[in-house]
């Protein structure tokens, strides 16, 4: 009787998720997207390959301290476990690192969203003060000193190293962090037994229950759009407002991914709140007022149990095949 | 005569022939700053107020000429990046003969604007400059860079920095439309007077710090744009009455581990640069190079005092710059 409870859910979501515009369920856009790595020696092979070494690579920072992945670490699902990232001589960025979880997928950038593409997004930690502090330009000139830089270029591009080598390769090598095998991921490939029954109950609480498909929903459970989720009454950082000088975009920021959110606190745009426990209290309490709140933020009541299964579920999302896949690293 | 030539012309032009030649379209923009000659660090009078200017930079986009009767010609792929201490542009070949006007936007269209600079060849006005004409993290270009000093204690001398840096396609801003021209042959320059105290008109300078936005400051610097300040036509400009007497060295320590000289030479001639330690060595050096420009000091010194040589038949000048990590 449970199996076919269980069952009759199963297809419920399954609905529920084609409804949110998933093109297979049980196969995340990410996956269809994966890229044929086993083409060994192909341009694509070695655009990776240079991207991803890059990637860890310190001379993109003017002091040759930190890399993308100071702030983007693998077992973290490619965040950095602190509230605020710190940048070269221990300046402090402003904003709580973002996952790389199937960032490939993502269409805008920066968490509010301002960027348009990953490559441009390459730029932003090579520029700013806080973080490199340097010139894409001598950048390039790093990378162009070193000879195994400069020959996977030439096989991945034909190109001496140039700013859109630099870029694209990075991109390249971040469009292939892909996570597609959680528990929740074989579930829904069929594997009932992969969710314990409290996970289960706690996705029934994601997906009937309560509104977090309104802002979490598709494969990579994000709508992929920007909100004010109340999280206070008055904001020290203006969100998108500060590109755009809108008011009506001050304090709103990007739907994150929830893949791998388990192991990717502090969690919000700040890193104010510690464990997904305090996040879900911070959505029963409905979220400070605020003019731009997002309607979807709404209070709502959750036994301890219950909130204990929710997270239980969003534990469920981590693929521990992504944060341990030795085709991410580089080992020196 | 004169009209039968009109009438010819107006034949083949209806009978789909065309009668235009592929012409060089040139750009001269003289720099003032309230009439007088723009120089990097210098201190002007704005409204009683003393001024300098560390940086000067502006995109120019969407030129649209009018021509030949009042046929109009689009140049889309022509992009300018003016910078303060430089004059001379090319905007590229068009089949035209007779200019009669032209107009403009400031800053960058929409589409390439979110392009990034990844996309464009070293070289092109949209690819990555030094100092940076744009900043990643909004995807966009600086349309605009104006950075200097203010006097806040009314002693004269410049105290407070200020940098105003347009970014956002809100700011794209129409300069139309210059006409009343009548310009022809094989090259066709047209001349402008820049004034780039119009820009800063009405702005609290001392308030300013630095915006890098779309705000209120940067929509003042838009709204003071159009075709009776800032730009002006003056057709009687061409590079060499624009070649000075004197020759204006200024460096940009926006990035002090590697500066930009911006230069302006008392040449009309192409100059060798060189960059010397204090030792003597060369650690860098460019042949052959446009006698007024922006020369980026593209490789990592040690810290320590350089010498920059420009070099002709004509001049020999020397700047000294610090490197400093």
């Known amino acids: 009787m449970k199996a076919v409870v269980y069952f009759g859910f199963f297809v419920g979501v399954a609905l529920l998720l084609m409804r949110c515009g998933s093109a297979a369920m049980s196969e995340p856009i990410g996956a269809t997207n994966r890229p044929l790595m086993s083409e060994v020696d192909s341009t694509e092979f070695y655009r990776v390959k240079l991207g991803k070494h890059l990637f860890y690579d310190p001379i993109l920072s003017r002091d040759s301290t930190i890399s993308c992945a100071t702030c983007h670490v693998q077992e973290l699902a490619f965040t950095d476990g602190l509230p605020k990232s710190v940048g070269i001589r221990n300046r402090m960025v402003t904003r709580n690192s973002p996952t790389l979880t199937n960032v490939g997928n993502r269409t805008m950038f920066l968490l509010d969203g301002v960027n348009p593409s990953l490559e441009s997004q390459v730029g932003v930690p090579i520029q700013e003060h806080n973080e490199f502090d340097f010139h894409v330009l001598l950048v390039i000139d790093r990378i162009a000193n070193n000879p195994t830089y400069a020959g996977w270029a030439r096989k991945g591009y034909n190109s001496e190293v140039t700013e859109f080598v630099l870029k694209n390769s990075i991109a390249s090598f971040e469009r292939t962090l892909i996570s597609d095998n959680s528990p929740y991921d074989k579930f829904i490939d069929g594997n009932y037994a992969a969710l314990d029954n409290g996970q289960k109950k706690g996705m029934e609480l994601f997906f009937e229950t309560l509104n977090c498909t309104e802002c979490h929903s598709g494969p990579d459970f994000t709508e992929e759009r920007l909100t004010n989720n109340g999280l206070y009454e008055v904001y020290a950082d203006s969100g998108r407002m500060r590109l755009t000088e809108t008011e009506a975009d001050r304090a709103i920021f990007k739907v994150p991914t929830l893949r791998n959110i388990a192991v990717t606190g502090p969690y919000m745009h700040d890193g104010s709140i510690e464990t997904l426990e305090e996040v879900i209290k911070h959505y029963e309490s409905g979220g400070h007022p605020h003019p731009g709140k997002g309607k979807e933020i709404v209070p709502f009541e959750l036994t301890s149990e219950e909130r204990s299964n929710l997270v239980r579920f969003l534990e469920a999302l981590t693929d521990n095949d992504f944060l341990t896949n030795p085709a991410f690293r580089v080992d020196y | ?325």
């Open chain 2, 1 to 325: 005569m004169k009209a039968k030539h009109l009438l010819l012309s107006a034949i083949l032009t209806g009978a789909g022939f065309t009668a235009q030649a592929q012409t060089t379209i040139d750009l001269v923009l003289n720099h003032q700053f309230e009439g007088a000659s723009f120089q990097y660090g210098t201190v002007y009078d704005l409204n009683g107020t003393a001024v300098s200017l560390s940086r000067a930079q502006y995109y120019m986009s969407g030129f649209e000429l009018t021509h030949d009767g009042g046929q109009t010609t689009s140049m889309p792929d022509a992009y300018v990046l003016a910078s303060g201490n430089v004059s001379s542009y090319s905007l590229g070949m068009e089949n035209i003969t007779s200019l009669e006007g032209f107009s403009f936007d400031l800053g960058v269209d929409a589409v390439r604007n979110g392009m990034g600079t990844q996309s464009w060849s070293a070289g092109h006005p949209l690819a990555a400059q030094s100092p940076s004409m744009d900043w990643s993290w909004p995807g966009g270009y600086f349309f605009w860079v104006l950075d200097g000093d203010v006097d806040t204690d009314m002693d004269g001398t410049p105290d407070q920095p200020f940098s105003l840096r347009g970014l956002g396609n809100v700011l794209l801003t129409d300069v139309n439309q210059f006409t009343g021209m009548s310009l022809s042959g094989s090259t066709i320059t047209i001349g402008m007077d820049v004034n780039i105290a119009d820009w800063l008109q009405t702005i609290d300078l001392a308030s300013v710090f630095s915006q890098h936005d779309a705000g209120s400051n940067n929509q003042l610097i838009s709204s003071n744009t159009n075709d009776e300040t800032v730009f002006t036509l003056n057709a009687s400009l061409n590079t060499e009455e624009l070649t000075l007497e004197e020759s204006n060295i200024y460096a940009d320590y926006q990035m002090a581990y590697a500066p930009t000289i911006y230069y302006d030479l008392a040449t009309a001639n192409n100059v060798d640069i060189t960059v010397v330690d204090m030792t003597g060595a060369i650690v860098l050096e460019a042949s052959k190079q446009n006698p007024e420009g922006n020369y980026f000091i593209r490789k990592e010194l040690p810290d320590g005092t350089y010498l920059i040589n420009f070099t002709n038949g004509e001049i020999n000048k020397q700047f000294r710059f610090v490197i400093k990590n």
